[in-house]
């Protein structure tokens, strides 16, 4: 039996988006999606078997009550699946600020998923890995792989990494941080407020297979304009139908405006690039290679934008050690 | 026969949002729309009968060239619905930016249409010389009145008046400019893109009389909370449609999310205050009379925000001279 273990995971930002379940117990998405992983935003978990008689679970320093808890709920579910999990020790730190809509329940349930299937010998493939962090968060069933990965509305529920020359995607994602609190509404209560009253949710599921395609296709011909037309567009559709609920739900502040002005800008002006929105403010702004440096300096200088953090595209999930008594 | 008058007219803002066209030609709205006018948004229309053998027109201190004229056209299209209508001189002036979503077409068109119907001895009685002004804008159909005015989807296309007792409404609105500029794109055009493309455009159209019989309902029983609800909700319904457009439409800046964002908070702790963006980053914030001096207060150092214009609500339009030979 393995002891204790260290695993690093990245979060990942969906190009085309995931909103809204069609199976709220299952966690299962209404939409496919399609992501890519950012090397800059970890979470480290350090798992072990518990002494005691409870877990215990430590986030970003601080121990975390157990009850209502989304981790400590997480591991109480995989325990009525798989019989024999003891009690276990759980600290996990984000490189990145928490629940502000920079993906840390994607990086962080990746890990975890990963972490209690080799802690406690469940011996799940990666697929299955997938499905199982799935159950913590629906984005972190893709940050269990690296590069580009998608989900399919109609599969199993699993992510599936998009085999892809990444020489030909030499990407940089610029993530304009324009809040570090953690956002109004939390996404899983969003997304229920969509699909109950937003007048725009059933055609936003509807219309999402088309989008799904076009990204394949771009991805698949290393077409970057192609790629940054259906991302900006399912950002568009998912932010709209979200702000069309009622009440309405506005992710957006100044600082978001002034990133999705200024890309627009220099789209228009031929750089390539384009952003993405995920719930929360913050603006990820996707560049190819040649762009990065002179879209980094002027994000920087935005106003209402308070840090750019620069990230590649990020590998697989590490176990860097673990331990067997 | 007159020789000459001199007519003012106001802006209005539509509280439900008339979005998109069931008529090209005959400029009819796809859906209703309920308005408030605006007594510190004026136009100011000078008309004389012409003297040499084509149209004259002014608008803001500048000649207007002729063919591609909006104003130009709308005089031709007059004439060749009514025999007779020799040549015009129009000089036009507005209080506020135009072109930037203040709705200066609504007071524009009023103006004019109110004006050659006299100028010209057509004859015209007031929900006529309504639906002349429709042909100019659609929002101009509503400033031919004054007050609360609403037009009816599978109406006539003339505004009405809603008839109410002021008294019970005393409403301010702080019109936050936050960009002078010219829209990046005309409302025309927008609409014209957001009905061929965006997915949610059918559903725009078709949950829209709800709001249109919540709004009536809300006038009429002096219920604040109910007109600021469907309000936002028909103001962020409206805008989500147009974002999902291909390519999307943006109308917001950073100062349209700041006023955004303080709004929202300011309802949160209790005030009696709503707001609502047409096609442009501008924002209205309507306030029960109350609490107009802290809102406006801070309205004003809202970053993003250039000047606070306060404005009452408006009357009829005024021919406040008319000068016959």
């Given at each position: 039996m393995i002891d204790a273990l260290h695993i690093e995971a990245n979060a990942n930002v969906a190009l085309v988006k995931y909103w809204g379940k069609a199976d709220e117990a299952a966690n299962l998405p209404a939409t496919g999606s399609v992501s890519i992983s950012l090397d800059a935003l970890k979470t480290t978990t350090i798992m072990k078997q518990g002494a005691g008689p409870n877990d215990e679970i430590w986030l970003n320093g601080e121990s975390v009550g157990t009850g209502v808890d989304r981790i400590q709920s997480f591991i109480d579910r995989v325990r009525t699946m798989y019989v024999g999990i003891g009690p276990v020790h759980v600290i996990s730190t984000n490189s990145f600020p928490t629940g502000?809509?920079?993906?840390s329940s994607a990086s962080g349930f990746a890990a975890l998923a990963i972490g209690i299937n080799r802690l406690c010998g469940i011996g799940l493939e990666p697929a299955d890995v997938s499905r199982l962090a799935r159950l913590g968060s629906g984005s972190a069933a893709r940050s269990v792989y690296g590069g580009f990965v998608a989900i399919s509305?109609?599969?199993?529920?699993a992510a599936v990494p998009i085999d892809v020359d990444m020489t030909h995607w030499p990407l940089t994602v610029l993530i304009a941080v324009t809040?570090?609190?953690?956002?109004?509404?939390?996404s899983t209560q969003a997304m229920q407020r969509t699909a109950d009253t937003s007048p725009y949710y059933a055609e936003w599921v509807q219309q999402h297979p088309a989008d799904m395609i076009e990204a394949h296709r771009s991805i698949a011909e290393a077409d970057f304009d192609g790629l940054a037309t259906v991302s900006i567009r399912s950002c568009m559709k998912m932010h709209a139908a979200i702000m069309a609920a009622r009440p309405p739900i506005i992710y957006w502040n100044p600082g978001t405006m002034a990133v999705v002005n200024a890309v627009e800008g220099w789209r228009e002006a031929g750089r390539r690039v384009f952003y993405t929105i995920d719930a929360g403010p913050q603006v990820k702004v996707i560049c190819h290679q040649d762009d990065v440096a002179v879209c980094n300096r002027e994000l920087a200088q935005?106003?209402?934008?308070?840090n750019v953090i620069e990230s590649g595209i990020g590998g697989e999930p590490r176990v860097h050690w673990s331990y067997s008594r």
């Amino acid at each position: 039996m393995i002891d204790a273990l260290h695993i690093e995971a990245n979060a990942n930002v969906a190009l085309v988006k995931y909103w809204g379940k069609a199976d709220e117990a299952a966690n299962l998405p209404a939409t496919g999606s399609v992501s890519i992983s950012l090397d800059a935003l970890k979470t480290t978990t350090i798992m072990k078997q518990g002494a005691g008689p409870n877990d215990e679970i430590w986030l970003n320093g601080e121990s975390v009550g157990t009850g209502v808890d989304r981790i400590q709920s997480f591991i109480d579910r995989v325990r009525t699946m798989y019989v024999g999990i003891g009690p276990v020790h759980v600290i996990s730190t984000n490189s990145f600020p928490t629940g502000a809509g920079l993906a840390s329940s994607a990086s962080g349930f990746a890990a975890l998923a990963i972490g209690i299937n080799r802690l406690c010998g469940i011996g799940l493939e990666p697929a299955d890995v997938s499905r199982l962090a799935r159950l913590g968060s629906g984005s972190a069933a893709r940050s269990v792989y690296g590069g580009f990965v998608a989900i399919s509305a109609d599969g199993d529920g699993a992510a599936v990494p998009i085999d892809v020359d990444m020489t030909h995607w030499p990407l940089t994602v610029l993530i304009a941080v324009t809040d570090t609190a953690a956002k109004s509404v939390g996404s899983t209560q969003a997304m229920q407020r969509t699909a109950d009253t937003s007048p725009y949710y059933a055609e936003w599921v509807q219309q999402h297979p088309a989008d799904m395609i076009e990204a394949h296709r771009s991805i698949a011909e290393a077409d970057f304009d192609g790629l940054a037309t259906v991302s900006i567009r399912s950002c568009m559709k998912m932010h709209a139908a979200i702000m069309a609920a009622r009440p309405p739900i506005i992710y957006w502040n100044p600082g978001t405006m002034a990133v999705v002005n200024a890309v627009e800008g220099w789209r228009e002006a031929g750089r390539r690039v384009f952003y993405t929105i995920d719930a929360g403010p913050q603006v990820k702004v996707i560049c190819h290679q040649d762009d990065v440096a002179v879209c980094n300096r002027e994000l920087a200088q935005l106003p209402g934008v308070r840090n750019v953090i620069e990230s590649g595209i990020g590998g697989e999930p590490r176990v860097h050690w673990s331990y067997s008594r």
